[in-house]
């Protein structure tokens, strides 16, 4: 998961992208970059959040009406501030380029374009050899003068070679602004526009529609699954389906990793994160439980708490206070960083919770670390009985589309049912989504999506590559042995047959 912006407009876009960044800082806080085009390309990036990578004498550097802006976070690769976006090559004519999610077909293509494209390499990020891929389909094009349709064919053969999730921007020099989608739509990319009374147009391409409300653009709609999308240096705008869309976006999007003010694909965070409230409440009215007071775990699932408080006819109350100034735990780097970091994520209002059978709504359990420290505190707090619902179902395997949940070891659902799962992280009740009304959710915001990919929810992986070998090698690469840490954490006893897989 990451956050891409590009901008072409009637003025120096540095700012905006800047701004657009820190709107889009949720989906990454690894590292951050910004390049502009203005006779040639201008760059920075560097590890960190916007605010720190980026400082006044940089922003005066990046001059240009036309640019591009990445945020990152860990998955594959390392940490190396060399693997910060954008990347960008001389030939031919001079592309810059921004990915978010992930090529699984990586090593495949990497032999193909050291030793038959005979292009060179200076990572091991999947972006920058999708952008080497870009460069040696232009050059097959074999025209010295780009037109659109040079453009879309050369996207055919890009199509043709990548597999994975991609949704890409670029900036050829001296020519414009190029956006793609993979077939299968994973990963969101968004398209909008901005007029102002003046004769030429501006444009923006986005990985939520947040950034677009934001910089005050009007959101035209998603780039499609399939879809290749030019904006000349003129600003004219050509759009093309370039291969057959087969809808499978990312319902994780939905769930956690998408700002609730934000559209994907015509449908609206919020208001599928209040859909899933509303499920999920149905479902526990059937446990006939005495709750006193519904409280959310800030901030992803108040929208869906909301809901279900509504609809169970209980008080819904803010009982736990979140540090703003502490990132999110998920796409932290590192289990030890993470347990140390919800310590001073979240602090419990006592009077809210004293001597109160209290449900917490969470977005999902993936560790089980966070719901586990969650439970104390709320115990701590006073609490008589404290019960857990998720607004997901059970995750049980890895993604290979660019979320970082790669090793079936880390997912504490891996190999425990729902009470043994309450047990670990110390609750009196728990309750999971069901994924078809987790599916229904998201789908009523859009009925044209035909399907989503939830594969780490144990459905199918749409790209239809997936191999075991593909998975077992993700198990090396990735897996860190945090599912022991976890063991040791819990305390609890655990099956043999559990302890035997690590």
């Not at 001296?174 to 968004?190: H, S, V």
């Not at 690469?477 to 043999?496: A, H, V, Y």
């Amino acid at each position: 998961m990451c956050g891409i912006i590009g901008i072409m407009a009637n003025r120096v876009v540095s700012q905006e992208i800047y701004d657009g960044l820190t709107v889009l800082q949720h989906r990454g806080q690894d590292s951050a970059g910004i390049m502009t085009y203005e006779d040639c390309f201008h760059l920075k990036k560097g590890n960190g959040l916007v605010r720190d990578v980026f400082h006044t004498k940089n922003m005066i550097r990046l001059r240009g009406s036309v640019g591009i802006g990445h945020v990152r976070y860990p998955t594959a690769g390392s940490n190396d501030a060399a693997e910060a976006q954008p990347f960008y090559v001389n030939s031919p004519f001079g592309l810059a380029m921004i990915h978010n999610g992930n090529l699984t077909n990586y090593d495949e293509l990497k032999e193909e374009v050291l030793k038959v494209d005979l292009r060179h390499l200076n990572t091991k990020s999947d972006s920058e050899l999708l952008l080497n891929i870009f460069a040696r389909a232009l050059r097959e094009v074999e025209s010295s003068m780009l037109t659109p349709e040079h453009i879309f064919k050369a996207m055919e053969g890009v199509f043709r070679r990548l597999k994975g999730s991609y949704s890409v921007i670029g900036i050829i020099a001296d020519y414009g602004m190029i956006a793609f989608r993979d077939p299968y739509g994973i990963r969101p990319l968004c398209l909008g526009k901005r007029e102002n009374g003046e004769i030429i147009p501006e444009y923006i391409i986005s990985s939520e529609s947040v950034a677009v409300d934001t910089l005050g653009y009007k959101l035209i709609g998603d780039i499609q699954p399939g879809e290749a999308v030019f904006i000349d240096m003129k600003r004219n705008l050509f759009r093309k389906q370039v291969v057959k869309s087969n809808w499978a976006p990312c319902i994780f999007e939905h769930v956690y990793l998408a700002r609730p003010d934000s559209i994907l694909d015509d449908v609206s965070v919020y208001k599928a994160r209040m859909r899933m409230g509303v499920r999920l409440a149905r479902k526990i009215k059937e446990a006939n439980l005495q709750i006193d007071v519904v409280v959310p775990v800030p901030d992803s699932s108040r929208s869906a708490a909301l809901s279900l408080a509504s609809e169970l006819g209980i008080n819904y109350r803010e009982g736990l206070v979140k540090n703003r100034y502490i990132g999110r735990t998920f796409i932290m780097p590192g289990q030890e960083i993470r347990r140390k970091s919800i310590k001073y994520k979240l602090n419990p209002i006592k009077l809210e919770l004293n001597n109160r059978n209290v449900l917490l709504v969470d977005d999902s359990i993936v560790r089980g670390n966070t719901s586990k420290k969650i439970v104390e505190m709320v115990r701590q707090a006073g609490a008589k009985n404290v019960y857990f619902a998720s607004c997901a179902p059970p995750l049980i395997n890895p993604c290979l589309y660019g979320v970082d949940m790669p090793s079936k070891r880390d997912f504490v659902a891996n190999d425990l049912n729902t009470e043994e799962i309450c047990r670990v992280i110390g609750a009196d009740r728990l309750f999971y989504q069901d994924i078809e009304d987790l599916l229904e959710s998201a789908q009523k915001g859009n009925p044209r999506i035909t399907g989503f990919c939830y594969a780490c929810m144990g459905g199918k992986y749409p790209t239809g590559d997936i191999t075991k070998e593909m998975l077992e090698k993700a198990e090396l690469s990735r897996g860190d042995g945090q599912n022991i840490e976890r063991l040791m954490e819990t305390g609890d006893e655990m099956k043999e047959d559990q302890l035997s897989l690590l």
